[in-house]
């Protein structure tokens, strides 16, 4: 299996910050990546696919980049409805594993 | 709309069956892969398996190969996943979510609400 790694595990941060997080393949992936946002007691949603393309209906202030192995996600200007935890996903291969996830919290 | 609806919470005990339900709308369901992914109590993602509702062609984690089954009726839109021998450590949340596009874009763009299993003796 790709293994995932997410960094940092959790971040604090305040609203109108600006927040990166980052996702490391164990190997290349192209740019077979997808974000998701998982508020409390809900289910994830899709932010960006491949990479960097923006998922119809998310804000702007998100954004993707990075191929091979490493992957970024930008929130440009953190707003309170942001504090979440974040995933990433590879879809290079089967299983198509996630990383371990990223909370973002009030600072 | 595209909506998935799950089925309800469930209480079992270890080594008992369970099926548990995910009905599609708003889609040509038997056109898109449905996915399920498991989150244990406090836990991050994992991504279980997949099954085309068009002809039940399934691909499974081999973390979960043999653990557990996927299957659908497609005459009611609906995607099941099933357990022939619950575990306490089958305790979760789990959510089925539709594959946007197996070749192009194999991300889950839309989730169903979960279905969340409690095993315990």
């Known amino acids: 299996d790709i293994q995932m790694t997410q960094s940092p595990s959790s971040v604090s941060a305040s609203v109108g910050d600006r927040v990166t997080i980052t996702c490391r393949a164990s190997q290349g992936i192209s740019s077979w990546l997808a974000w998701y946002q998982q508020r409390p007691g809900k289910a994830p949603k899709l932010l960006i696919y491949?990479?960097?393309s923006l998922q119809s209906g998310v804000p702007s202030r998100f954004s993707g980049s990075g191929s091979g192995t490493d992957f970024t996600l930008t929130i440009s200007s953190l707003q309170p409805e942001d504090f979440a935890t974040y995933y990433c996903q590879q879809a290079n291969s089967f299983p198509h594993t996630f990383g371990g996830g990223t909370m973002v919290e009030i600072k | 709309e595209v909506q998935l609806v799950q089925s309800g919470a469930e209480v079992k005990k270890p080594g008992d069956s369970l099926k548990i339900s995910c009905k599609g709308s708003g889609h040509s369901f038997t056109n898109y892969w449905i996915g399920w992914v498991r989150q244990m109590p406090g836990k991050g993602l994992e991504w279980m398996g997949i099954?085309?509702?068009?002809?039940?062609?399934?691909r499974y984690s081999p973390s979960f190969q043999g653990q557990v089954a996927l299957s659908v009726d497609k005459s009611i839109s609906t995607a099941y996943l099933r357990w022939s021998s619950l575990k306490a450590s089958d305790t979760a949340m789990y959510y089925c979510?539709?594959?946007?596009?197996?070749?192009?874009?194999?991300?889950?763009?839309?989730w169903g609400q979960g279905t969340l299993v409690t095993v315990s003796s």
């Open positions: 491949a990479a960097s």
């Open positions: 099954i085309y509702p068009g002809d039940s062609d399934t």
């Open positions: 979510a539709r594959l946007l596009d197996y070749t192009t874009v194999p991300h889950f763009d839309n």
